[in-house]
């Protein structure tokens, strides 16, 4: 009985811990590219999409739009700010 709860609880680390994945993407730049092969990985260090698709020129890879990068917007403005001003002159 000891022997079957022992062999149950190694079981169940094992194919607990084989369910992991690791990100693919590095966040720090907004283009990457996938190249294909026996070992096909993604090459996350492009500026933009033309320079990325110079240098796959001749290999067998292809251009993308990195999902993970971090999309700066600008600072959106308050509408109440706005309506302020605009009552000043009353």
Do not use: E
């Not at 194919?15 to 190249?35: E, F, K, N, R, W």
């Not at 001749?58 to 700066?72: D, E, H, W």
């Amino acid at each position: 009985m000891r022997r079957a709860r022992l062999a149950l609880i190694a079981i169940a680390q094992l194919s607990a811990g084989g369910l992991a994945h690791a990100q693919t993407y590095d966040p720090s730049y907004p283009v990457c590219m996938q190249i294909y092969g026996p070992v096909g990985y993604f090459d996350c260090r492009y500026g933009s999409l033309a320079q990325c698709r110079y240098l796959a020129v001749g290999r067998s890879a292809t251009c993308v739009v990195n999902p993970y990068f971090p999309l700066k917007m600008p600072p959106r403005q308050s509408g109440s700010a706005n309506r302020g001003s605009a009552h000043a002159g009353r």
